[in-house]
């Protein structure tokens, strides 16, 4: 996906899956006291800024089967509530006036640009 920066009709904004610790310390720690779970959210981000974000929601953990790490990426199917936490910046970030571009191979991987004058 392209990770263009800045706020021209060159920019891309990428939406992305994230640990909801990353910029919660607590979240993360709260997920594992609360039945071994983790706690993951969509940031919308336009360069290095997060420029939308979703609420979180749950996954299990899987304990380090995974080379990149200690979870498997999350799916809808056991995770309640992903698609609604997908949905709502979704539709955040198309009223503001971004158009969706591109899709990455994960359903969360959308990439939007601005609206044009011509394209308005």
């Keep these: 996906m392209s990770t263009a920066q800045g706020s021209g009709p060159e920019a891309t904004l990428r939406v992305?899956?994230?640990?909801a610790g990353t910029r919660r310390g607590g979240v993360s720690t709260l997920g594992l006291l609360s039945g071994a779970m983790q706690q993951w959210h969509c940031v919308g981000m336009l360069g290095d800024e997060v420029r939308y974000e979703s609420h979180p929601f749950s996954a299990p953990y899987s304990w380090g089967h995974l080379p990149l790490g200690r979870t498997m990426l999350p799916r809808n199917e056991w995770a309640p509530g992903m698609d609604?936490?997908?949905?709502a910046p979704r539709r955040e970030i198309t009223g503001d006036?971004?158009?969706l571009v591109g899709h990455g191979e994960q359903e969360w991987e959308?990439?939007?640009?601005?609206v044009t004058g011509a394209e308005a």
């Design 16 to 19: 992305e899956l994230e640990d």
């Design 84 to 87: 609604d936490a997908l949905d």
């Design 97 to 99: 006036g971004w158009v």
């Design 110 to 114: 959308d990439s939007y640009r601005p």
